[in-house]
Nanobody, 122 residues
């Protein structure tokens, strides 16, 4: 089992920034990929970004590339998501997930955190 705990969400004005954190514990060596997803009210969960635990390779949703940055600190078992130039449409619950494969499909991630709310006001 892998436990994931997100933090760092909050209320921010449009154009502002937030940094989300996701700390993993448990059998973290079972998971090679960490991903961030988000879900807006009434919408499906969508892929944001992913990172490989060992090599650090990253991949982003095309629509978010340039504004969001995923990074990691292996010593702390923590993955970060830096959110810049935030827009009201970025509002939603942000989840981190752990999985075995470098994919964008939420269904292929095995473990999920509880989510952290990001609200961007106009």
């Amino acid at each position: 089992q892998v436990q994931l705990v997100e933090s760092g969400g909050g209320l921010v004005q449009a154009g502002g920034s937030l940094r989300l954190s996701c700390t993993a514990s448990g059998r973290t060596f079972d998971s090679t990929t960490m991903g961030w997803f988000r879900q807006a009210p009434g919408k499906e969960r969508e892929f944001v970004a992913r990172i490989n635990w060992s090599g650090g390779s990253t991949y982003y949703a095309d629509s978010l590339k340039g504004r969001f940055t995923i990074s990691k600190d292996n010593a702390k078992n923590t993955v970060y998501l830096q959110l810049n130039s935030l827009k009201p449409e970025d509002t939603g619950v942000y989840y981190c997930a752990a999985g075995e494969y470098a994919v964008v499909s939420a269904g292929l991630y095995n473990y999920w955190g509880q989510g952290t709310q990001v609200t961007v006001s106009s």
